[in-house]
């Protein structure tokens, strides 16, 4: 009997920790394609510049704002060789989050590659917005 009491006790004190804890869904349901443009780097402002320069040697992702445009910064970290280049699998809107989705992609074979290590970075302009961003 003192093991059932024991039990009770602690499955509801569960319940009540657990209860305070939510979980926000991020639905699909209504997908927008946002416009956006994927910058060169002569083009970044200086504070995104500053922000990859300071990232450059691990993977990343962040967002900067300057109040008119969203920025959304990907980068793969360091990489032995050139020839890299990312690609938009998607970038769209769902009901209460912006979603980015990139892919790495290697120097192809027959291409001439440089010996130097290369930093691939990705920086996307869209009108600023204030949802959340999910990177993948």
């Given at each position: 009997?003192?093991?059932?009491t024991?039990?009770?006790?602690?499955?509801?004190?569960?319940?009540?920790?657990?209860?305070?804890?939510?979980?926000?869904?991020?639905?699909?349901?209504?997908?927008?394609?946002?416009?956006?443009?994927?910058?060169?780097?002569?083009?970044?402002?200086?504070?995104?510049?500053?922000?990859?320069?300071?990232?450059?040697?691990?993977?990343?992702?962040?967002?900067?704002?300057?109040?008119?445009?969203?920025?959304?910064?990907?980068?793969?970290?360091?990489?032995?060789?050139?020839?890299?280049?990312?690609?938009i699998?998607?970038?769209?809107?769902?009901?209460?989050?912006?979603?980015?989705?990139?892919?790495?992609?290697?120097?192809?074979?027959?291409?001439?590659?440089?010996?130097?290590?290369?930093?691939?970075?990705?920086?996307?302009?869209?009108?600023?917005r204030?949802?959340?961003?999910?990177?993948?």
């Amino acid at each position: 009997m003192k093991k059932w009491t024991i039990g009770l006790l602690l499955v509801s004190m569960m319940a009540v920790f657990l209860g305070g804890c939510s979980l926000t869904k991020v639905k699909a349901d209504d997908v927008v394609k946002p416009e956006y443009t994927v910058m060169k780097t002569d083009d970044f402002p200086e504070e995104v510049a500053d922000l990859i320069e300071e990232n450059k040697e691990k993977e990343f992702q962040m967002t900067y704002q300057d109040g008119e445009y969203l920025y959304l910064l990907k980068g793969y970290g360091k990489q032995e060789t050139g020839g890299y280049s990312i690609q938009i699998a998607d970038l769209s809107l769902w009901d209460n989050a912006i979603h980015l989705q990139t892919i790495l992609i290697g120097p192809d074979r027959d291409q001439e590659i440089k010996e130097e290590p290369s930093y691939p970075t990705i920086v996307i302009k869209m009108e600023y917005r204030e949802e959340p961003v999910i990177f993948e």
